[in-house]
C-alpha cells in the first residue's frame, strides 16, 4: 500500500480522492485550510512552505504519489489568493515533494487544472506568463485592466499556467527521468462546493449554466476522483504531460478541429 498526499482534501474532489485511497487501504495525508491532517493556507508561501515541510516529515521522505487538488474558483475580490493557491499551491508543494516522489522510483502527481483552460476567452498571456516565470505581483498587476472580468481572467489565468508548467516540467529528466509521472485533469463543472458557490450568485449561475454541455448536467466529485485514483495506478505508466479533459464534451464542442 502506498502514501499519498492530498491537498484540498476537505472538499470536493480532493476529498472524494482520499476517501478513495483510504477506502482502498493507503495512507493519505491530507492538506487543506481547514479539517485536514496539515492544516496551511496555500495562498501564502509560508503556508506552502509549511505544508510541503510537514508532509515530507508525515511521509518520511518518500511519496507514492500526490494529488494537488486544492483550488479556489473565479471569486471576485479573491484575485490574488486564485493565483496564490491554484498555481503556486501547485508548483511548489510538487517541487517540494519531486525528491520524495523519485525516492520509490515511480512515483505519480496528478494535478487539478480546469477546461477554463481553452473554454474561458481571451486569458491574458501576460498573466500566465509571469505565473510561469514565478512573478506573483506582475500577474496580479497584469490583472489590472480586466474590471469585471478580473476574477474569471485569474482563474483562467492560474489554470492555463499549471497546465503549461505540468506539461513542461512532466517529460523533464527530473520528473519523466526520475520514473515520475505527472499528469493533469481538466474537469468542467462539477458538483462540489466551489461550483455551488458559483451557482448562489446569480450573474455567476447564469454564466455557468448557460455553457454548452453536450451530455448535459454537471460533474460527479466521485467520478472524478475515480480518474485521480487511475492516473495515480500503473494504467499511467506511459503518461506523461496529458491533460485530461472530462468535462462533458464542453471543450470538444467549442474547439472541435483542435486537439
Ligand atoms: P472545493 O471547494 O470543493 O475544494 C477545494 C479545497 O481547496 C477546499 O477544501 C478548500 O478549503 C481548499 N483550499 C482553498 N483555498 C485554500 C488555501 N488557501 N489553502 C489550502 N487549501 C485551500 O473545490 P473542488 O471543486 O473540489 O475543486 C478542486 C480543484 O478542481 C480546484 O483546483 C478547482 O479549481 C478545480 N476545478 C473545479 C471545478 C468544479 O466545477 N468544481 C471545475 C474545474 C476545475
Known amino acids: 500500500m502506498g502514501v499519498y498526499a492530498v491537498t484540498g482534501a476537505a472538499s470536493g474532489m480532493g476529498r472524494a480522492a482520499a476517501d478513495k485511497l483510504r477506502a482502498t487501504g493507503h495512507t493519505v495525508v491530507g492538506v487543506d485550510v481547514r479539517a485536514a491532517d496539515v492544516v496551511a493556507d496555500l495562498a501564502t508561501a509560508a503556508g506552502r512552505r509549511y505544508a ?3 508532509v515530507l516529515e508525515t511521509c518520511g521522505g518518500r511519496l507514492d504519489g500526490a494529488v494537488l487538488a486544492a483550488g479556489l474558483g473565479p471569486v471576485p475580490g479573491s484575485e490574488r489568493e486564485i493565483l496564490e493557491v491554484n498555481y503556486f499551491g501547485v508548483t511548489e508543494l510538487l517541487g ?3 525528491p520524495a516522489l523519485a525516492a520509490g522510483g ?3 502527481a496528478v494535478v487539478l487544472s480546469s477546461n477554463s483552460t481553452t473554454t474561458t ?3 491574458p498571456r501576460r498573466v500566465v506568463r509571469a505565473l510561469l516565470a514565478g512573478e506573483s505581483g506582475k500577474a ?3 490583472l489590472r485592466f480586466h474590471g469585471p472580468a478580473r476574477a ?3 482563474y483562467g489565468g492560474s489554470k492555463l499556467a499549471v497546465s503549461h508548467w505540468v506539461r513542461r516540467e512532466a517529460v523533464t529528466p527530473e520528473w519523466a527521468g526520475s520514473g515520475i509521472r505527472l499528469n493533469a485533469l481538466a474537469p468542467g463543472a462539477v458538483r462540489t462546493p466551489l461550483l455551488d458557490q458559483q451557482l448562489a450568485d446569480p450573474a455567476s449561475a447564469k454564466a455557468v449554466t448557460s455553457f454548452p454541455v453536450p451530455v448535459g448536467g454537471f460533474g460527479d466529485p466521485a467520478q472524478l476522483a475515480d480518474w485521480v485514483v487511475f492516473l495515480l495506478s500503473d494504467a ?7 491533460v485530461v479533459f472530462v468535462d462533458g464534451g464542453t471543450d470538444a464542442y467549442l474547439r472541435p478541429d483542435a486537439w
Open 96 to 98: 517540494r515533494w519531486r
Open 236 to 242: 499511467a505508466d506511459f503518461m506523461a504531460g496529458s
Open 52 to 54: 510541503a515541510d510537514a
Open 106 to 108: 515511480g512515483g505519480r
Open 121 to 123: 476567452p481571451l486569458v
Open 152 to 154: 474569471v481572467m485569474s
Open 140 to 142: 496580479v498587476q497584469a
